[in-house]
């Protein structure tokens, strides 16, 4: 199976690292991520200056565009092999409830569903510090969801959203399928001034918690679940979802063992 992993965090992130390890050991991956940092980006694309890709390693490339970029020149890259699954990750920090819609990580898998390719966002969930090593535990999910087939029953316009626990794969509780939720957050804006004394502003807002709803993908990982979220680009019927529900019930049995 042909994967192309792209993500927000840049190249470099040990995110999308410790992703295309575990993954190649048993995919055709190719890695195409921006050059440098572009989280909270949403869905931009270069359309006003031209893409530049570095092949960094062997099926590794930087590119100086923003995630939605990476993921067309995937498509342009890899266009006599195109890829099975495209997956954005693993994003340092939640992807859950509305930040979806600021997201980049998100939005280069949602290229990816315009573009017909079944497609995976992941993201490692933590308060303030992160162990690096925890990573491993995401691309894991991410290893075991592809192993069950997930993306063949992704529907079309569809996109997965995965938010995984801070904690080693043995404590993982399971998997739950979620919907989306919504955060809190402060509505802070600091003003300042400049040295040369004019105003400027930080958005400061800090988070201050979730709103109550069992089924939701914040409640799933505050419960120590994985949260398989999907996320639908057309209006989409519960029925349309019965084989993720069949996966997820597979991958629980697999995390019982």
């Known amino acids: 199976m042909k ?5 927000d965090d840049g190249v470099h992130a040990p995110g999308i690292r410790a992703l ?10 190719t890695v195409i991520a921006p050059l440098e940092e572009r989280s909270t980006t949403g869905h931009s694309l270069s359309l006003d200056k031209p893409l530049r890709l570095e092949k960094l390693e062997p099926d590794v490339y930087g590119c100086s565009g923003f995630p939605g970029d990476c993921v067309l020149m995937g498509l342009h890259v890899m266009k006599l092999h195109r890829p099975d699954v495209v997956i954005s990750g693993i994003n340092r920090g939640a992807n859950l409830g509305q930040d979806l819609y600021y997201s980049g990580t998100i939005a280069a898998a949602r290229e990816a569903a315009f573009h017909k390719v079944p497609a995976i966002a992941v993201s490692l969930v933590f308060n303030s510090v992160v162990d ?12 075991m969801c ?5 993306h063949q029953h992704i529907p079309p316009l569809t996109l997965i959203n995965i938010n995984v626990p801070n904690v080693k794969i043995s404590a993982i509780k399971g998997f739950k399928l979620t919907e989306i939720g919504f955060r809190r957050y402060s509505e802070e804006i600091h003003a300042r001034i400049d040295v040369r004394q004019k105003d400027y ?3 400061a807002g800090l988070y201050e918690g979730f709103a109550e709803n069992p089924d939701s993908d ?3 990982v505050h419960d120590g679940y994985v949260s398989i979220t999907p996320h639908a680009l057309v209006d989409k019927t519960s029925k349309e979802y019965s084989g993720l529900v069949a996966v997820i019930e597979r991958l629980n049995a697999t995390i019982a063992n």
């Not at 994967?3 to 993500?7: C, F, G, M, W």
């Not at 090593?133 to 991410?142: D, E, F, G, R």
């Open 3 to 7: 994967l192309l992993l792209a993500n």
């Open 20 to 29: 295309h390890l575990e993954l190649k050991k048993k995919f055709n991956v």
């Open 132 to 143: 690096e090593h925890l990573y491993q535990t995401a691309a894991q999910v991410v290893r």
């Open 146 to 150: 592809l192993e069950e087939n997930i």
């Open 218 to 220: 914040c409640q799933a």
């Open 201 to 203: 502003f930080w958005i």
